[in-house]
Structures are given as C-alpha cells and as structure tokens.
C-alpha cells in the first residue's frame, strides 16, 4: 500500500477530524507532532473530541493532546486574571484600551480562543497616552525585557510598540500597541479610525474593548503576512474561524472590502483569504476576491507568491518540512523585514545586528 502524504495531514485533520479514524500509527505520530510545531495541539484536541475520534486515537497521542488541553486551559485562566490586573493598573488613566489577537479573542470569549496557547498579550492606546501608560504599567510590575539603547530606539522610534514588557513576578509578557502597523511601512492606518470603530467587551472586562469586526480580521491578516510565519498556520487557523463566523452575515463582506481599501491593505487582506480558503476550505464569496484582487496587487509575479506561502505555511516537522520549506521560511523572514522598514532603515538595521549585537 502506498503510504499517505503527511505534508498536509494537520490542516486536513482539523478541516475533516473524522478521516482520523483511517489513521495509523505513523499518522497519529506525525499528527501529533506537527500540531506541537504549529501550537496547534490543543486545538487538535478540541476537534477531535468534538467529532467523538479522540478514543480512537493511540494512547501515546491521546495522552500528548490531552495534556496540550490541560496547558491551554490554564493558559486561558492566565490570561483572563491579567487582563483584570491590566484592568487595575490602566483604569485610573480613563482611556480607551484595545485588546488585540488572542487575548481580544479570549475577551469576547470567541471560539477562536478555545485551545490557544497565549505567548502574550496584546493591547492597543492612544499614542498621545504611552507614556502614561507605561509609567502605570512600570508601577503594576511590569519591565522592559529589552533594555538596550538600540532595541529602545529601535522599538520607539520604529515601530507600532513599545518595546515589550514582563511582569517581575508572573513572567508575562506584555505588547503595548499605539497602531497595527510600523510606520517605518509606509503604510500609516489612522489610529483614530480603529479606536472609533472598536467595540466595548461587557461584564468584568467591560473596560476593555476589542477592534471593530473588519478591522479585527485585516489586523490579523497584517500581522501574519507582514511578519514571519513560524506559527503561521496557528495565525491562519484563527483567521479561519474569525471569518467563518463573521462571515455568515453578508454585510460582513462588504464592510471588509470597503475597510481594506480604506487603509490601504487589500493585499495582505487577499493573501490571508487565498491561503484560509486554500487550507482550511473557508468560505469568501467569489466576489471578495474579485473585489481586493482589483484593489491590492503585487509587484511579484503570482505563482512565486503562491510557492512561497505554499512552502512556508506547513508545519515545522520533518513529515511536511523539507529543503524548499527552510528556504521558503528564510525568504519569508527576509519579506517581513523588507515590508517593515524602507531600504536604507533597513540597511542599517541589519548592519547592527550583525556586527554590533552579541
């Protein structure tokens, strides 16, 4: 018998989680492993316990995925008493705080949060409010983990945050945002814009708000298609159930397109669509890729864009990794770098760490 293809067997896994039952050991091992690569195991747990295929599994794996569930739960419970402790300390200050990724998900108690590990949590103020911000944060326990002069200019004046911060005690690491974007991009959405789009949470986080439902997506699809794609199929998997829900109201589609050419970002937007449709089978109305495909085009030809999220979009586990992957991850480092800076900033930047950090 020929064996089966293992490139694709984690994606395919959580789309369809009943072809598990055909499963032997050889793709319950690599299944398991590509999940731990992708920070998609507990995820996999949910999906399969949902289709009633768990107790099918091996116990070595069953065993992986349910101690995965376990991490994740308690990761959640983390994360909802640092956003009450995020609470506490910006409060007083009585400005607009916007959750951002996993923890806006796990604020709106979204489905794409069941599962998810939280390697930080995200926020987004005013600009004009940073440095207050911070002196509350310092306050609260939480320092800078990057103290360099050049990572505190470079973060400063460079990009959308500040650098990152970590709790003294609890090791939490903690991004304050002042917009989606570097500026050093050249693309510059209007803060103003997201914050008066963003919607309040309720109950005890009604303090915090999450971005408008548009504006979440397009940040998401930013984020992971201006940056490296190390957990790049975990970025595309939530984009995937943030669409499949958003989705299912038509004018969702058409506030979509209209904000993506409103802030200048319909390409990162398609590349997010194509890829989510491509893997996960996600629904988008052939229209909405007519519509961005018009509004944001590429100076690369299309099939070397498509080889490159092709290859870096699988797992890092040698049942789907192999030499065009490493290279296509390399490449793809290189693009977040070239997207985020204009050439002569980005130069420099390199120079320095190259030769000036140890």
């Known amino acids: 018998m020929k064996p089966r293809a293992t490139t694709h067997l984690l994606v395919d896994t959580l789309r369809v989680p009943e072809i598990a039952f055909s499963y032997g050991v050889r793709e319950w091992e690599a299944l398991v492993w590509q999940s731990r690569s992708a920070e998609l195991m507990a995820q996999l747990y949910v999906a399969l ?16 995925l349910t101690i995965a569930k376990t991490i994740a739960d308690k990761h959640t419970a983390a994360i909802e008493s640092e956003l009450i402790a995020l609470r506490e300390a910006l409060e007083p200050l ?28 995200d926020i987004m103020v005013p600009k004009h ?11 609260a326990g939480w320092l800078p983990s990057h103290t360099s002069a050049y990572d505190q200019r470079y973060y400063r004046n460079w990009m959308h945050e500040i650098p990152p ?25 209007d803060p103003k814009d997201l914050f008066e789009a963003s919607i309040p949470l309720s109950g005890n986080l009604s303090f915090f708000r999450v971005l408008g439902r548009a504006d979440m997506v397009i940040h998401s699809a930013c984020h992971l ?10 970025d595309l998997h939530d984009l995937h159930l943030l669409l499949s829900d958003f989705g299912a109201e038509e004018q969702f589609w058409r506030d979509l397109v209209a904000r993506a050419n409103a802030l200048n970002l319909a390409l990162p937007l398609l590349d997010a669509l194509t890829q989510c449709n491509r893997l996960y089978h996600t629904q988008v109305p052939a229209r909405v890729f007519a519509d961005l495909g018009r509004l944001g085009t590429s ?18 586990h040698t049942s789907a990794f192999g030499w065009t992957t ?31 950090t140890k």
């Open 225 to 234: 298609f201006f940056g490296e794609f190390h957990k790049g199929l975990r």
């Open 49 to 64: 316990d949902k289709a009633d295929v768990l107790a099918a599994a091996p116990a070595a794996a069953r065993r992986h």
């Open 129 to 139: 409010a940073l440095a207050a911000a911070e002196e509350r944060l310092l306050w």
């Open 299 to 316: 100076p690369y030809p299309t099939f070397l864009r498509n080889w490159l999220f092709e290859h870096a979009l699988r797992p890092v």
């Open 165 to 189: 911060l970590e709790h003294k005690h609890r090791a939490t690491v903690l991004d304050v945002h002042h917009t989606i974007l570097p500026p050093t991009s050249g693309i510059k959405p």
């Open 94 to 121: 009585g400005m607009p705080v916007v959750l951002l990724k996993g923890a806006a998900y796990c604020g709106l108690q979204h489905h794409a949060s069941l599962g998810r590990l939280f390697n930080d949590i």
């Open 326 to 356: 490493w290279l296509a991850h390399r490449a793809v480092f290189v693009r977040s770098h070239w997207l985020r800076m204009p050439l002569p900033l980005l130069l420099y930047h390199l120079t320095y760490k190259v030769f000036f």
